[in-house]
């Protein structure tokens, strides 16, 4: 059973259906055949059993019978009686057959004829299938008729009873004619939803080939540009199915043209300090070879400039990695962080980055969902930016309200045409572009803020200078489950 069903299972999906639906038809033809068949069977007995009730009345059956028992016979006579080709005996409750001159031979009697004489009730009428002498099957029907009595003596003796059968042969004909019918249309039905099951599959299906068609395009030629055409009203599984691929399609050629924007971004910001940093390597290793001196004030501007580069290369491959970095991997670190606290802590290492400048917060607790270590970069990305672009003695003002969080510098602030452009990767100010960085920050600001369910903006604030705000969902408290016990 296992290997038929392992069997099935490796067939095409047409071939399973179509078999499904074969089967399926089948088992409901034969029910409804079967079904037929017994309810024929039963309307043929039932005129069989009518036909032999219409015989004579018990009181003319009971001058015949007692005239059989005085002439008892167990010879067929001729067949000139109540019932033509019947079969016709008188029987005792002891079990004497007596045959009638009417009957064309005997019926073996059989103990439940012997009860119902016994019973002597005259309304009981008994009906069964059974044998002849001559090995044909016939139709039976036994009744009671009435106790025999002695003639010397007045006493009543055994009850005696009537066995008449009619033969079943041309019943039986015709159930066999009516079992070759039925089946023959019940073949004929089962082939016919086979067929038709075949063709629906088929056309059914077709959308799938063209699914499948287009997935093994993809899977031969990485061609993600393939879309199903699919039409607007159709709200079916197949149409489900198509819409999904189209947009799965869509998302990895959105994903591989980002992919590859990024290398070539990162290319072309890796080439910069590379080549700085091969220049100022080949100066300190050609003074080595030759043996010239490079004067103490070059080579520590040299040796400045390669460790300056040097960062710019670190920071530069700490961005793209956090920028990789699959969503599943960031939402496993995922907890309950105070927005406060991870301001402080940029706030901190601002001051350290900018002492020249005066940093005024007002902070108020709020607590959200993210990963605490990308949050924290994040808001250092955005603070860097203010402490950089702000002027030397200038201030810079952070505030906490209710998951919003500002940051504004006094700086030169962004032209309103480049607004637009601040949050995409590698894009950097001309105006900025001899300054450190990767143009990367914002981008992962975006990014983190976004995964937390929150959104970013700069803006150009009256007065002059940059307003950053974030605003992040969450509550002035922490969750009962992440407080302290």
């Known amino acids: 059973m ?6 099935f299972q490796t067939l095409p999906i047409r071939s399973r259906l179509a078999m499904l639906v074969a089967a399926a038809v089948a088992f409901a033809v034969a029910a409804v055949s079967v079904t037929c068949w017994f309810i024929v069977q039963g309307k043929l007995y039932e005129q069989l059993d009518s036909d032999l009730t219409k015989g004579k009345g018990p009181g003319g059956q009971i001058q015949q019978a007692q005239l059989a028992l005085l002439n008892c016979s167990k010879t067929a006579q001729n067949n000139n009686g109540f019932f033509r080709n019947t079969y016709s005996q008188v029987v005792t409750e002891n079990g004497k057959v007596c045959i ?3 009957s064309i031979g005997t019926v073996k009697v059989t103990q439940s004829d012997k009860d119902a004489i016994k019973s002597g009730n005259v309304q009981r009428v008994y009906f069964r299938n059974g044998t002849a ?8 029907m036994t009744r009671y008729l009435a106790p025999t009595t002695n003639n010397s003596t007045g006493e009543a003796g055994p009850n005696i009873g009537i066995v008449v059968a009619v033969p ?18 019940s073949g004929i039905g089962v082939l016919g939803a086979g067929a038709a099951g075949l063709f629906v599959a088929r056309a059914g299906l077709r959308p799938v080939d063209k699914l499948t068609e287009a997935v093994e395009h993809v899977a031969r030629t990485e061609d993600l540009g393939i879309r199903i055409p699919v039409e607007d009203d159709a709200e079916d599984e197949i149409a489900r199915l198509s819409r999904s691929f189209n947009s799965m399609t869509s998302s990895l050629a959105s994903s591989r043209e980002l992919q590859q924007q990024l290398i070539a971004d990162a290319g072309h910001e890796l080439r910069t300090p590379l080549t700085s940093l091969r220049t100022n390597i080949e100066l300190l290793t050609r003074s080595e070879e030759t043996g010239r001196p490079i004067p103490p004030a070059d080579r520590k501007a040299l040796l400045a400039s390669v460790k300056a580069q040097m960062t710019e ?3 530069l491959i700490g961005d793209l990695q956090e920028l990789s970095r699959s969503e599943g991997q960031r939402g496993e670190r995922v907890q309950v962080v105070s927005l406060q606290d991870t301001v402080e802590a940029a706030l901190r290492r601002a001051r350290l980055r900018g002492p020249e400048l005066t940093i005024n917060a007002d902070l108020q607790p709020w607590f959200v969902r993210a990963e605490p270590s990308a949050l924290e970069r994040a808001i250092v990305n955005i603070l860097d930016n203010a402490v950089k672009f702000s002027p030397d003695g200038g201030t810079i003002e952070v505030q906490l309200d209710h998951g919003t969080l500002t940051v504004r510098d006094h700086g ?9 452009h601040v949050f995409d990767r590698f894009w950097r100010s001309p105006s900025a572009r ?6 990367l920050g914002l981008s992962i600001v975006a990014r983190t803020v976004e995964q937390a369910g929150g959104e970013v903006t700069l803006s150009r604030p009256t007065g002059g200078g940059t307003m950053a705000t974030v605003r992040l969902p969450g509550a002035p408290t922490a969750p009962p489950e992440t407080q302290p016990a």
């Open 313 to 315: 290369l670190a920071s």
């Open 2 to 7: 296992r290997k038929v069903l392992r069997r």
């Open 168 to 185: 079943l042969k041309s019943t039986q004909n015709t159930l066999n004619d009516l079992a070759l019918i039925l089946l023959l249309v």
């Open 434 to 439: 001899a300054l450190p960085g990767s143009g």
């Open 100 to 102: 009638t001159d009417d």
């Open 412 to 420: 030169p602030g962004i032209p309103a045409d480049e607004l637009p």
């Open 133 to 140: 002498d001559d090995g044909s099957e016939v139709r039976v």
